[in-house]
RNA sequence: GGGCCUAUGGCGCAGCAUGGAUAGCGUGUUGGACUUCUAAUCCAAAAGUCAAGGGAUCGAAGCCCUUUGGGCCCA
């Protein structure tokens, strides 16, 4: 058991002085003090100052009074402080031992929440016609995330990517490669999806604007792009297919690794469309619309004051959220799958494998990618249209909140890296584009980073070769972009800037991962290992008592950030666990202090610390090296 | 016209779900600490009417209402 262990015991016996009093039970809370008012306080005495006609103040004392003769491992003492708080003070010899040898346990951190039922969550999800740029990133570094730590709440998680392989972005690069003769093989070793964005892309739709036949064209290739067996679709198809190649590679690159591909494609052309559809009718949940704007089209009507919205036109066409609702209905399980599985032609990274839809026959694999649950990562600009198919599906299954959207605030440029992008905004931010070309790459994000950082390493340690180099600069990169993804909350907007976003100090990523190699490299030094059968009692310390503390918290901040799905839960955690660990790190010396007992007892803090840290680090796909 | 998000030291953020103690952190500024387990570190100082106004409450950064600034979505 961990820091839980001594709230649920004061918890247990304030309820039982609460019935000894016979005061009916009341929701009061019992939480990690603020440095300085003990270990654990609670704000009991304030909730009962009405009923008992007495002041927090004085509840407290009395209730503190009571405490005193409750059975106690825990506690020490518990104190009235003249606020009226009720704080209380931890045993620390037998704490410490609990949290520690918690800690070392492969279990470690494991919160039940899920009950090993399965759940969704969808991610990623770009356009397969261009590099994944920085604002792709935040919605594939929350959907790892929160993967990660839902997994480690006991859910099991299909991740899926859809991939949008017939929409009208895929329509304009093919309108490129037939009407504009672009290239099949990129020029000068250029990446495949590179190639496809900044110059297929945008150089193709910059015509747009000066020739209007071109969109007669670009409605023919999308017509055509629907009928699976026509030539467009399969060169689409195979170009399409490039482009993941590589967008799955800087994925892969930053750790983040997929269940299945899902193909909008084949969505369309799997008939699961007209199957919801005629659903929808059954359960009068869409509606014909005989006159007025909407007449002749299928809608599903507003809520309130909200607009209807049209989901098939008066001509008969689906509109774009006709793909969006039987696909939500899919990932929840509610259709017969149409889909056979393959495996995807290249191995993904740790050996998990990736699986992609297929219709053809002849592979008759089935598979269950769908869950109980579904969390679709989407950023909020599609609030709306997620908040209808949310309403929808509730329709759909009992399950109480089975589909969830998780939105999240998007990633502008500042104004100084718009600029070196060709773009005066005035001193304002500037909103993404990867159809104007105003965007910075994933990937090139990476590449100047891991150039700082190689540099950086480098100039500490001449002594190191390339290839040790090489790896230290690799995962403090990509530490440091996933952190910087993830650290603030999601409804903040993220404005990228080139060069502030590579401070390498404070509160980052390198940061924690420095803490993780001091620790490291204590371990490495000491002759011993180090194990748990230690005197607990040396550990007295404010700092290692903090330390501790912080250690014992980890479940608990497992628990907050599945239940709320808030990936920055575990970024405040790692970080204030490095804190703590480096005002330890500076007022204990652990190696030659020429005593044996403390000297054992602190080497079991920093292996308890290195374990949970990089457990926690774990949940955010970081890894520390070991010396950097 | 309708809807969503946001406002906290110069700058960037946490705290808000579940009201209660002294509003925390990074960065920047000023000063200090490497003969001592790695200074990507640590310590200290200055810097805040928590956007504005009102309301309910013994008590509000947090809850309710109104207004304003910024961003986004739909029409």
């Known amino acids: 058991m961990t820091f839980k262990s001594i709230i649920d015991e004061i918890e247990n016996n304030l309820n039982k002085i609460l019935s000894d009093l016979s005061i009916s039970s009341i929701e009061f809370s019992v939480e990690p003090a603020k440095p300085g008012f003990g270990d654990v306080s609670s704000n009991i005495s304030y909730l009962l100052a009405k009923q008992l006609q007495k002041s927090p103040k004085e509840i407290a004392e009395i209730l503190s009074e009571k405490y005193s003769k409750c059975t106690n491992t825990l506690v020490l003492k518990s104190e009235a402080h003249p606020s009226g708080y009720l704080n209380f003070f931890a045993n620390w010899e037998k704490l410490s031992q609990l949290i520690l040898s918690e800690s070392y346990l492969d279990t470690c951190g494991d919160v039940d929440i899920g009950n090993g039922s399965t759940i969704v969550v969808e991610h990623t999800s770009v356009n397969p016609n261009k590099a994944l740029h920085i604002g792709h990133i935040r919605n594939i570094i929350i959907g790892d995330t929160v993967s990660r730590i839902l997994e480690k709440a006991n859910y099991t998680v299909n991740v899926l990517n859809y991939i949008d392989d017939s929409g009208l972005q895929v329509a304009d690069i093919i309108v490129g490669f037939k009407h504009f003769g672009y290239a099949e093989e990129p020029p000068n070793g250029k990446k495949f999806d590179h190639y496809c964005g900044d110059d297929v892309y945008v150089k193709t739709t910059e015509k747009y604007d000066t020739d209007p036949s071109l969109e007669e064209i670009r409605k023919n290739i999308l017509k055509e792009l629907e009928d699976g067996d026509s030539e467009i679709a399969k060169f689409a198809d195979k170009i399409t297919r490039k482009v993941l190649a590589g967008q799955l590679e800087t994925c892969w690159n930053l750790g983040v690794t997929y269940d299945c591909l899902n193909f909008e494609s084949q969505i369309i052309r799997s008939g699961l469309w007209s199957e919801i559809f005629e659903k929808l009718k059954e359960m009068k949940l869409v509606e014909f619309e005989n006159e007025g704007k909407n007449g002749g089209c299928w809608v599903i009507r507003g809520e309130g004051k909200e607009e209807d919205k049209v989901i098939v036109r008066s001509n008969g066409t689906a509109t774009y959220i006709a793909k969006d609702i039987p696909y939500a209905a899919w990932k929840l399980g509610l259709l017969e799958d149409p889909f056979n599985y393959e495996k995807y032609e290249k191995e993904q990274p740790h ?277 950097m």
């Open 351 to 627: 050996s998990r494998v990736l699986w992609q839809t297929t219709l053809k026959e002849s592979d008759k694999i089935s598979k269950n990618f769908t869950g109980e649950k579904v969390v679709t990562v989407i950023d909020s600009r599609q609030a709306r249209l997620q908040k209808i198919i949310t309403s929808l599906m509730g329709k759909f299954k009992s399950v109480p909140n089975a589909y969830n959207h998780l939105g999240y605030e998007s990633v502008t440029l500042s104004s100084e890296t718009a600029k070196t992008l060709g773009l005066d905004t005035d001193g304002k931010q500037a909103q993404m584009s990867g159809r104007k070309g105003l965007y910075v790459s994933a990937d090139s994000v990476y590449e100047i980073l891991k150039e700082k950082t190689s540099e950086e390493t480098k100039n500490r340690h001449p002594e190191m070769d390339d290839s040790e180099i090489e790896t230290i600069a690799h995962l403090v990169s990509v530490g440091t972009l996933r952190y910087e993804m993830i650290k603030q909350d999601l409804d903040k907007i993220i404005t990228f800037d080139l060069t502030k976003s590579l401070s390498l100090e404070g509160d980052t990523s390198p940061y924690i991962q420095y803490t993780h190699a001091r620790a490291s490299r204590i371990l490495e030094k000491s002759d011993r290992t180090p194990t748990i059968d230690v005197d607990f009692s040396l550990l007295k310390d404010k700092s290692e008592l903090d330390l501790i503390r912080n250690i014992g918290l980890f479940n608990l901040q497992v628990r907050d950030a599945a239940s709320n799905l808030s990936p920055k839960v575990i970024a405040r955690y790692c970080y204030d666990l490095a804190v703590a660990f480096n005002s330890f790190y500076e007022k204990s010396k652990v190696l030659g202090l020429g005593d044996v007992e403390l000297e054992n007892s602190r080497l079991c803090l920093v292996n308890s610390f290195k374990i949970v840290l990089e457990k926690s680090l774990d949940l955010l796909g970081i890894k520390a090296p070991d010396r």
